[in-house]
């Protein structure tokens, strides 16, 4: 990877939310909230259907690093939830390299990046960083 500042990640579109998502997210993590999982608990909170769990949209948008987990790991992930997700959302998830850290291990890259719904409205931003190793005797780069 040599990502450079200013380079937009490719945007990549995600399956539809599915209620089995949900279904299975939850017994994942033990969120078993009514609100994500069943109409009429959802209903009565005053939503309009059920509602991915916060944490599953925000793995989600992880998935713009799966393909380069074989040459490093994401160091640190923060998110912000702005908007509800719901059964049925097609995601578009894609980001923007910020920074560059250069160590003798290895890359520190920062990136801010997002998810929206099918209608354009921005649903996470976050920001992430990803350590990339350096391969045995490169020497480190100038950033």
Request: hydrophobic fraction near 40%; glycine fraction near 10%; aromatic fraction near 10%.
């Given at each position: ?51 991915a ?25 923060e ?8 059964v ?42 990803f ?9 480190p780069?100038?950033?």
């Amino acid at each position: 990877m040599n990502w450079q500042v200013g380079q937009d990640l490719e945007a990549r579109t995600l399956e539809p939310v599915t209620r089995l998502q949900l279904i299975k997210y939850a017994g994942a993590s033990g969120d078993f909230n009514p609100i994500h999982t069943i109409d009429e608990a959802a209903a009565n909170a005053g939503l309009p259907g059920v509602i991915a769990h916060g944490m599953l949209t925000m793995s989600r948008l992880g998935q713009l690093f799966s393909p380069y987990l074989a040459q490093g790991f994401i160091k640190r992930f923060e998110s912000r939830f702005v908007s509800m997700v719901f059964v049925g959302d097609v995601l578009t998830i894609g980001g923007q390299t910020v920074g560059c850290t250069a160590t003798e291990e290895g890359d520190l890259y920062s990136f801010t990046v997002f998810a929206r719904n099918q209608h354009d409205r921005l649903v996470v931003t976050g920001q992430i960083e990803f350590f990339v190793y350096r391969d045995e005797g490169q020497a480190p780069k100038d950033v």
